[in-house]
């Protein structure tokens, strides 16, 4: 699986956008970009995953660059129980899909 | 969403005594489970891949007749640590396959605590 840089920590005002970015400048054709979180002590949670093309769901927006090399997390309007770790990770969507290689992901803290 | 379900939530044992910790998914069935450890301000690290009817498979260094696994059903995946000692201490997570999905179910995790 290829490797992703993410910055260690981020801060957001409640109720604007947060913007969580990725690098995977080494991500193959056949390579998703998945995006997971980790509230303090619980286990992480699935938010969206997308090949090429953007996607959205209920919970947040996933832009993935032309050159699918970079990707962009948003959070459109962030609440403080968006306050997480939040793990971008790059995978075949095989059926294995509960292994997972963790980074250190970035902390966002969404403040009042 | 699929639910997998961990217990207990916390457990605190002496050292030197096993422990199990449960993983089950609650409304989908898994032939493949995943178990994880992660250490205070650290990230997830997968442990081994729980395999129902057969052996697991350990991650590099992790000690297999420690951490011992157990996959009797397509619903449940067990991991006890034997022999706990305080650096056993930490957030033991699993997760779950479901045939048709891309993403990954995880359980809500188990702080073990080794005194």
């Known amino acids: 699986d290829a490797k992703t840089t993410q910055p260690t920590s981020m801060d957001c005002a409640e109720g604007r956008a947060a913007n969580l970015p990725c690098n995977h400048s080494t991500i193959s054709g056949n390579e998703y970009v998945y995006w997971y979180r980790q509230i303090h002590s619980q286990g992480p949670q699935y938010i969206i995953h997308g090949l090429k093309n953007n996607e959205t769901n209920e919970m947040a927006s996933l832009i993935i660059t032309e050159d699918r090399k970079s990707s962009t997390l948003i959070l459109p309007h962030a609440t403080l129980r968006d306050t997480a770790v939040y793990y971008c990770i790059v995978r075949v969507a095989t059926s294995n899909t509960g292994k997972l290689i963790f980074g250190q992901g970035t902390t966002l803290q969404v403040k009042p | ?115």
């Open chain 2, 1 to 115: 969403g699929a639910v997998v379900s961990q217990h207990p939530s916390r457990v605190i044992c002496k050292s030197g005594t096993s422990v199990k910790i449960e993983c089950r998914s609650l409304d989908f069935q898994a032939t493949t489970m995943f178990w994880y450890r992660q250490f205070p301000k650290q990230s997830l690290m997968l442990m081994a891949t729980s395999n129902e009817g057969s052996k697991a498979t350990y991650e590099q260094g992790v000690e297999k007749d420690k951490f011992l696994i157990n996959h009797a059903s397509l619903t449940l995946s067990t991991l006890t640590v034997t022999s706990a000692h305080p650096e056993d201490s930490s957030f033991y997570i699993c997760s779950a396959n479901r045939d048709g999905n891309t993403e990954a179910f995880f359980g809500q995790g188990t702080r073990l605590t080794v005194v």
